[in-house]
């Protein structure tokens, strides 16, 4: 059974370009959240997919904005990158049906921006 | 808004009992969870409460106070491979929000 997964592992970008990073739910999952965690803080929720909509969002700016397909997969992109995105940027998969259902993270993807 | 606090470090003995203590204020609650996150790896679920009260898993325990916005995690018979972050998260609506992590060092 397959855990989440998420490419790509590492990622060097510079600042002012743009990343996509993605994301596979573990099987059975349909729910598919992305959160970033800065050195030695707890993940911060950017937002939720769910049905292929943004079911909810975090106080992130309209730089990150993400997409689900059909196949419940999700992309998350970042434009305009600055030094301060640089963190852990993690995938966590759920059942989408009741809030309180366990959310199961990927390995994440190390984003360094220059 | 949302407030979780957790002690930054904690060290212990192998084969000793630590207790981690984690309060809340938020402006919702479906439930707590805790999650154990080794340096450099994914968080991997730990434990969940929803009603007050203790859950036991193994080595694992997890204490819930709704009343006083409290939790803690309390970790028996220490190992070594225990030593790692351990984040305190508050789940409301569909959002996970997480307190800033518990390094916790088992020594020998």
């Known amino acids: 059974d397959a855990g989440v997964t998420q490419s790509p592992t590492h990622l060097i970008k510079t600042r002012g370009q743009q990343v996509t990073l993605r994301c596979s739910p573990k099987?059975?999952?349909?729910?598919v959240s992305w959160y970033q965690q800065a050195l030695g803080q707890g993940p911060q929720f950017i937002f939720q997919?769910?049905?292929?909509?943004?079911?909810q969002r975090g106080n992130f700016p309209d730089r990150f904005s993400g997409h689900q397909f059909p196949n419940y997969s999700s992309e998350l992109n970042v434009n305009a990158l600055l030094l301060g995105d640089s963190a852990l940027y993690l995938c966590?998969?759920?059942?989408?049906?009741?809030?309180?259902?366990?959310?199961?993270f990927g390995p994440g993807t190390r984003l360094l921006v220059l | 808004g949302q407030n979780i606090d957790q002690p930054t470090e904690m060290t212990a003995t192998e084969g000793a009992i630590v207790q981690i203590n984690c309060t809340y204020q938020t402006s919702g609650f479906n439930g707590l969870f805790w999650y154990q996150q080794h340096a450099g790896e994914a968080p991997t679920f730990l434990s969940y409460?929803?009603?007050?009260g203790l859950e036991e898993k193994g080595r694992f325990s997890s204490f819930l106070s709704r009343s006083k916005g409290y939790s803690y995690l309390l970790l028996k018979e220490l190992q070594m491979k225990d030593s790692a972050s351990y984040l305190c998260a508050v789940t409301n609506d569909y959002k996970l929000s997480f307190g800033a992590g518990t390094t916790v060092t088992v020594r020998a």
């Open positions: 409460n929803v009603l007050d």
């Open positions: 997919y769910y049905e292929e909509e943004e079911r």
């Open positions: 966590a998969s759920t059942s989408g049906a009741r809030p309180q259902e366990t959310q199961y």
């Open positions: 099987s059975g999952h349909d729910t």
